[in-house]
Structures are given as C-alpha cells and as structure tokens.
C-alpha cells in the first residue's frame, strides 16, 4: 500500500511502516514545507492514503471540497512512543473489514470512527 504522511508523523514509524512493507513518503523529510493543497495533491497523483496527525484535513474535505480519493487516516493519539503511530497504521492497515478510499478515518485511543465523503 502507498502511504503519504505528514511532516509531523515520527521517522521511526515511516522506517517501521516500510520495513513492513509499506511504500512511504513522508513529507518533512521529501518535500519539506509545503502547503496542505500541494499535500493533498500529492496524494492524488500518486494514489496515496494520507496518514496525519493534523485536524485541518477534516475541514479541507467536508468545508472545501478537496477529497482525496484514497482517503486520510487522522491520529488522535498523545504521548506516544516514536514507533507507535507505526504500529497502529499497520494494525489498521491489516484489519480486513476497515476500508480507507473515499473515507476520513479517525483513530483515537478508544475508537475507530470512518466518515465517507463522495
């Protein structure tokens, strides 16, 4: 699977994610510093589920109308170890009834929650 997160998501779960598998860009260290506009449009070219830890998405999506097609994973997750956003991704990844495209998934740390957007 083709993953795409934020500058803000640790380098020790973009080596565990790939060392899983995983095709991942992570933006601070690929293309440091661009807007979430050119984010999301990275996304769409490249077919890559977005993995954040930034609330804006939601309003990007359901205010703007910008839907990235193979949908976002928000964390809602506070101190943490550096390679457990990883583990959790790939956990989630890995459940056969969880569907990303065309969703925003919210993961907090007692609840899954998947809103659809067309």
């Known amino acids: ?33 661009i807007s979430d506009i050119s984010f999301l449009e990275i996304e769409i070219l490249q077919k890559r589920t977005i993995i954040t830890f930034d609330k804006d998405y939601g309003e990007l999506i359901f205010k703007h109308g910008l839907k990235p097609p193979e949908g976002i994973i928000f964390l809602r ?32 740390k007692n609840s899954i929650r998947q809103r659809i957007y067309e």
Do not use: A, Q
Not at 77 to 105: A, C, M, N, Q, W
């Open 1 to 33: 699977m083709k993953l795409l997160t934020n500058e803000n998501f640790p380098l020790t779960s973009v080596t565990y994610l790939r060392n899983n598998g995983y095709d991942v860009i992570h933006v601070g260290s690929d293309f440091g510093g």
């Open 77 to 108: 997750i506070i101190d943490f170890d550096p390679e457990y956003p990883g583990k959790l991704v790939h956990r989630l990844l890995s459940t056969p009834k969880l569907h990303f495209s065309k969703k925003l998934t919210v993961v907090d």
